[in-house]
């Protein structure tokens, strides 16, 4: 079991650039979410996919964020046109259907936009 | 809507000692999910305990205890014999069951553990 794992772990860009994030879930997991915390803040759910399918998104993802899963294993999620008020902890989380669902998170990927 | 709240931004522990961090939640909902996970400076969260909400008896992990009120809406983490490495933000986590899919954190608390 080697854990969520996510690329990059830091991100700078400046804005009005695109970027895309990658998310790697422990491989037998078929529940992958999307959060993003900012400082002092608990994480904030912004989505969730169940295999390929992604199942529900939150009000916080704009129109500029996408998220991908397209073999049901690793998920890409994309924010177009950053703001700095994109700036924050972007965080990823994978689990297997069970009674209680647990959620192990990745380490995150830490976006700067100047 | 669920909210968590935890009350206590940040606090302190001298090592070996005990410590109880607060949470609270606000939920319509009967059977529910409650979870206390760690996160270290510069480190992924992880998992340190979880409760359900139909089960009494309060759940147990090594060092970590919880004591869940389920009338009051409490959830608060004991920690016994605090070490060094305990020192982290730690989050309360609510997830309704049957919806598996979102979970409300709070605002975390920091936990400074002082040798």
């Known amino acids: 079991d080697t854990g969520v794992s996510q690329d990059p772990r830091h991100k700078i860009t400046k804005r009005g650039q695109n970027v895309t994030f990658r998310c790697d879930p422990i491989?037998?997991?078929?529940?992958l979410y999307w959060y993003r915390q900012t400082l002092g803040q608990g994480p904030e759910f912004l989505t969730y996919?169940?295999?390929?399918?992604?199942?529900?998104k939150s009000r916080l993802l704009s129109d500029r964020f996408s998220a991908e899963r397209p073999k049901g294993s690793f998920s890409t999620l994309e924010i177009q046109r950053t703001e700095q008020g994109d700036s924050a902890m972007y965080l990823c989380?994978?689990?297997?259907?069970?009674?209680?669902?647990?959620?192990?998170f990745g380490p995150g990927t830490r976006l700067t936009v100047l | 809507a669920q909210t968590v709240t935890q009350s206590q931004p940040e606090m302190s522990v001298q090592e070996a000692e005990t410590v109880t961090l607060s949470c609270t939640y606000d939920?319509?909902?009967?059977?529910?999910?409650l979870f206390w996970y760690k996160q270290p400076p510069s480190r992924q969260m992880i998992l340190v305990i979880r409760?359900?909400?139909?089960?009494?008896q309060n759940a147990t992990e090594n060092r970590f205890s919880v004591n869940f009120q389920k009338a009051a809406k409490s959830f608060s983490l004991k920690i016994s014999d605090s070490q060094l490495g305990d020192t982290a933000m730690y989050f309360c986590?609510?997830?309704?069951?049957?919806?598996?899919?979102?979970?409300?954190f709070g605002s975390g608390t920091k936990l400074n553990v002082k040798p």
């Open positions: 989380a994978s689990s297997l259907v069970s009674v209680t669902d647990t959620q192990y």
């Open positions: 491989s037998e997991h078929n529940r």
């Open positions: 996919f169940q295999n390929e399918a992604q199942l529900e």
């Open positions: 939920t319509s909902e009967s059977n529910y999910y």
């Open positions: 409760q359900e909400a139909y089960k009494q």
């Open positions: 986590a609510f997830m309704k069951s049957g919806n598996f899919n979102k979970f409300y």
